[in-house]
């Protein structure tokens, strides 16, 4: 079983900065993509970005680039998002997940459409709320 435990989350003014940390645990991870996602109340869960396992490569949806980045650490398995730039419509409530398919297989289920049905864990995610 998968357990993942996403903080950092907060309250910030458009323009401000937060990072969030999301610990993956359960099982051997390496090889698997980790990604970020949003769900803002009434709409579906998004993919926001990704990160393959080595690290040495990244994806992120248009309306992120330039301002949010992806990290991990390898070692604690555990994966970052800087957000810089926030705007209102950055609020959502941001879950991370794992895949362990190659990295251009992994974006295209974590892209997909109702992805919140595509993985079988969740974590309970974290708030964050950007006022204008």
């Known amino acids: 079983q998968v357990h993942l435990v996403e903080s950092g989350g907060g309250l910030v003014q458009a323009g401000g900065s937060l990072k969030l940390s999301c610990a993956a645990s359960g099982r051997t991870f390496t090889s698997y993509a980790m990604g970020w996602f949003r769900q803002a109340p009434g709409k579906e869960r998004e993919f926001v970005a990704a990160?393959?396992?080595?690290?040495?490569?990244?994806y992120y949806v248009d309306s992120v680039k330039g301002r949010f980045t992806i990290s991990r650490d390898i070692t604690k398995d555990t994966v970052y998002l800087q957000m810089n730039s926030l705007k209102p419509e950055d609020t959502a409530v941001y879950y991370c997940?794992?895949?362990?398919?190659?990295?251009?297989?992994?974006?295209?289920?974590?892209?997909?459409?109702?992805?919140?049905?595509?993985?079988?864990?969740w974590g309970q995610g974290t708030q964050v709320t950007v006022s204008s």
């Open positions: 990160i393959s396992w080595s690290g040495g490569s990244t």
């Open positions: 997940n794992v895949d362990p398919s190659i990295f251009s297989a992994a974006i295209a289920t974590m892209s997909s459409s109702s992805v919140s049905l595509r993985y079988d864990y």
